[in-house]
């Protein structure tokens, strides 16, 4: 027994030394790249907690002793609490290869890390998220938000022909670009609401809209003009993409998607390319955002459509945060949708 503690105490004693000395190098190295010294250093101190748990058996009163004499060690450094050592230990479990921690993961800030590790347990989506995110330049709080939103499964998932009309890479990226469904959490409808109701709100709420619709967009205006034949027609709302270097066109519906729908973007954007298109510019695309889809009415909808399209589904969180019980005294979305087609007409 008594050797048994006494080689506890040994290894414990080199732990502790061989991490001040680690420390102690990452202070100097982290006044170059503060951020990523930072992370590979709770890599490093999460990889050995977890190897000497595996080799000498240790419990949670060896970390806590750690967590206390590395702050005594380094009383100017934060991030050696008991439960930031679990969090260390938790990131090295999480992410075994030291090359995608080192190239990729170490790009991003602690607490980001922390929070994926928190809330998505899949390690493709993990990295997923962190490209996305060094990419997009997301902050804690938005990250928690698109990865509550589910956004991993809803990327890319909504019916389009851009493979079919557009020229590669841009058809990928256009698809890509594209969710099923948007999620409109922010807006707040009644069952008066028609289209322009819900233009007005994703408008008055852009800088939320603009998030959920994704990187890359910038808003041009709603109801923009569109003259053909001296006549007057009207798009629900304009964007620009920077990284498509195209307009795109969303049509809003309050109700199920119809074929005629495909018909009237269609003629939008033969419109404006001809008349606000640049010569510079990719064609633009237009995205028919409906509450409701029927998937194979949508796919022969767009089938031969000569212009790229995309169809795809928008909803609310009402009724995510609520009591079971509650939601079930309440309409469905197929009724509340179906009373919103009365109103209209």
Not at 243 to 249: D, P
Not at 286 to 313: H, N
Request: hydrophobic share 40%; aromatic share 10%; charged share 30%.
């Amino acid at each position: 027994m008594d050797n048994n503690i006494s080689r506890v105490l040994t290894g414990y004693t080199e732990l502790l030394n061989t991490l001040k000395e680690r420390i102690r190098k990452a202070q100097i190295r982290a006044t170059l790249s503060v951020n990523r010294e930072l992370v590979l250093l709770y890599w490093q101190i999460g990889q050995e907690i977890l190897t000497r748990q595996a080799r000498e058996n240790w419990g949670s009163k060896v970390i806590n002793r750690l967590a206390a004499d590395l702050r005594r060690e380094f009383p100017d450094m934060k991030g050696f609490s008991y439960r930031n050592l679990i969090f260390m230990r938790g990131f090295a479990e999480a992410f075994s290869d030291k090359a995608i921690v080192k190239q990729l993961v170490s790009q991003m800030p602690w607490g980001h890390i922390i929070r994926i590790m928190q809330l998505v347990k899949d390690s493709s989506e993990r990295e997923w998220y962190i490209r996305q995110t060094i990419e997009n330049g997301w902050s804690r709080n938005i990250l928690v938000l698109q990865i509550e939103s589910n956004l991993y499964h809803r990327q890319g998932k909504a019916i389009s022909n851009f493979r079919k009309t557009l020229p590669s890479p841009q058809s990928d990226l256009a698809h890509q670009t594209l969710k099923d469904p948007y999620i409109f959490d922010f807006l707040t409808l009644d069952k008066e609401t028609h289209e322009r109701a819900v233009e007005k709100e994703l408008v008055n709420h852009i800088t939320k809209f603009l998030l959920e619709l994704g990187a890359g967009f910038a808003f041009v205006g709603k109801q923009f003009h569109l003259e053909v034949s001296e006549q007057d027609f009207y798009i629900d709302l304009l964007f620009y993409h920077t990284r498509l270097h195209c307009y795109v066109v969303v049509e809003l519906k309050t109700g199920d998607f119809k074929p005629e729908y495909a018909g009237q973007i269609n003629f939008y954007l033969s419109a404006l390319d001809d008349i606000v298109k640049a010569p510079e510019d990719n064609p633009s695309i237009g995205i028919i955002l409906c509450a409701t889809k029927d998937r194979i009415l949508a796919e022969y909808a767009l089938r031969d459509m000569k212009k790229p399209i995309g169809v795809a589904e928008w909803k609310t969180k009402l009724t995510r945060s609520l009591p079971a019980k509650l939601r079930k005294n309440l309409p469905t979305i197929e009724e509340i949708e179906a009373e919103l087609g009365k109103e209209s007409k």
